[in-house]
């Protein structure tokens, strides 16, 4: 078994590294507490940006996120795939071997655990919003092997249709007794995708219990500078901002159009200048500030990233 600074090489014949001198620049001007990072980390169109050689998608996913984690400009890491089943211990350690100590990855929670319904039969599900299966099932192989990199744990609620969109208030109610009931050791955020259920009764719920409000760029919700703006929104002492799909685009269109995600292809002038906004509101409050990038935002996730640190850079730059 490695440990965790092993050198984990993608191929039998090592490939020429990459020259990653100006990004360990430009990250050495942006502030600890900023903290960049992918959704995911498996795409072989990264391939002369995050990734010397030529990967395939099945080098990444087993020993590509030792590379990803000795990036400079990346600071966390995305793990989506926990939202479709649970990530056995197993998974875990092998996650665990290939990253730095501290390095904290913002995870999804299964989405057994924050669906209301089941998504074909859209029968009732039993287990929305179940401390136990979420103990079982999500804490604890984490707590067996993934405790040292563990950071937010984000409860997505997909998009209901309005027929099953239950009252604002019913949903506050039903999230507040959730939240009592978790455990405390842990960073925990939620993210919506519904803007009928953000409002303010569910920011307070938020802040009673310290958990965070992921600030989302996303295709039907408010854009982040719009959240921003919301009184008390930042309920935690970290603040999650993911960077998804921008509005009037669906997933499966906005993958056809941008891969293989090796450039950008539509930049998000407003996105990027929220991104300033809520880091000045970070910086002001003393939060850690987690950005999760996706490759739909603007067509390369690690670019998107660089663009954002570089912004940040000069911001921090300018400020006495």
Same mark, same amino acid.
């Given at each position: 078994?490695?440990?965790?600074?092993?050198?984990?090489?993608?191929?039998?014949?090592?490939?020429?590294?990459?020259?990653?001198?100006?990004?360990?620049?430009?990250?050495?001007?942006?502030?600890?507490?900023?903290?960049?990072?992918?959704?995911?980390?498996?795409?072989?169109?990264?391939?002369?940006?995050?990734?010397?050689?030529?990967?395939?998608?099945?080098?990444?996913?087993?020993?590509?996120?030792?590379?990803?984690?000795?990036?400079?400009?990346?600071?966390?890491?995305?793990?989506?795939?926990?939202?479709?089943?649970?990530?056995?211990?197993?998974?875990?350690?092998?996650?665990?071997?290939?990253?730095?100590?501290?390095?904290?990855?913002?995870?999804?929670?299964?989405?057994?655990?924050?669906?209301?319904?089941?998504?074909?039969?859209?029968?009732?599900?039993?287990?929305?919003?179940?401390?136990?299966?979420?103990?079982?099932?999500?804490?604890?192989? $984490?707590?067996?092997?993934?405790?040292?990199?563990?950071?937010?744990?984000?409860?997505?609620?997909?998009?209901?249709?309005?027929?099953?969109?239950?009252?604002?208030?019913?949903?506050?109610?039903?999230?507040?007794?959730?939240?009592?009931?978790?455990?405390?050791?842990?960073?925990?955020?939620?993210?919506?995708?519904?803007?009928?259920?953000?409002?303010?009764?569910?920011?307070?719920?938020?802040?009673?219990?310290?958990?965070?409000?992921?600030?989302?760029?996303?295709?039907?919700?408010?854009?982040?500078?719009?959240?921003?703006?919301?009184?008390?929104?930042?309920?935690?002492?970290?603040?999650?901002?993911?960077?998804?799909?921008?509005?009037?685009?669906?997933?499966?269109?906005?993958?056809?159009?941008?891969?293989?995600?090796?450039? $950008?292809?539509?930049?998000?002038?407003?996105?990027?200048?929220? $991104?300033?906004?809520?880091?000045?509101?970070?910086?002001?409050?003393?939060?850690?500030?987690?950005?999760?990038?996706?490759?739909?935002?603007?067509?390369?996730?690690?670019?998107?990233?660089?663009?954002?640190?570089?912004?940040?850079?000069?911001?921090?730059?300018?400020?006495?």
């Amino acid at each position: 078994m490695r440990g965790k600074n092993a050198q984990l090489d993608l191929f039998a014949e090592p490939p020429p590294e990459l020259d990653l001198a100006e990004d360990r620049a430009l990250m050495a001007r942006v502030p600890e507490c900023v903290r960049f990072g992918t959704s995911s980390w498996t795409f072989p169109g990264w391939a002369g940006l995050v990734y010397a050689g030529r990967p395939s998608e099945r080098d990444l996913v087993d020993r590509g996120l030792a590379e990803y984690a000795k990036h400079p400009l990346f600071r966390t890491v995305g793990i989506d795939r926990s939202y479709y089943r649970p990530i056995d211990s197993e998974t875990y350690t092998r996650y665990a071997e290939q990253l730095p100590h501290g390095f904290r990855c913002v995870s999804k929670v299964w989405s057994e655990v924050t669906s209301a319904v089941h998504p074909r039969s859209r029968a009732p599900n039993p287990s929305f919003l179940d401390v136990a299966v979420f103990e079982r099932e999500v804490l604890e192989p $984490i707590a067996e092997n993934f405790s040292e990199n563990v950071g937010p744990l984000v409860f997505e609620f997909a998009p209901r249709r309005s027929s099953e969109l239950p009252a604002p208030a019913e949903f506050a109610t039903k999230l507040d007794t959730f939240l009592a009931a978790l455990p405390k050791n842990y960073e925990y955020a939620v993210e919506l995708r519904n803007r009928a259920l953000f409002t303010p009764r569910y920011v307070d719920v938020l802040g009673r219990h310290g958990v965070g409000h992921v600030l989302n760029f996303w295709e039907r919700m408010p854009d982040i500078g719009e959240q921003l703006d919301a009184p008390g929104v930042l309920t935690a002492p970290f603040v999650v901002s993911r960077l998804l799909i921008p509005p009037g685009h669906r997933y499966e269109d906005r993958k056809g159009e941008l891969a293989p995600f090796d450039r $950008i292809v539509d930049p998000q002038e407003k996105m990027r200048s929220d $991104i300033e906004r809520l880091f000045e509101a970070c910086e002001l409050l003393g939060k850690v500030m987690y950005v999760i990038a996706n490759n739909k935002a603007e067509g390369s996730s690690p670019l998107t990233v660089r663009a954002l640190a570089e912004r940040i850079a000069l911001r921090t730059r300018a400020t006495p």
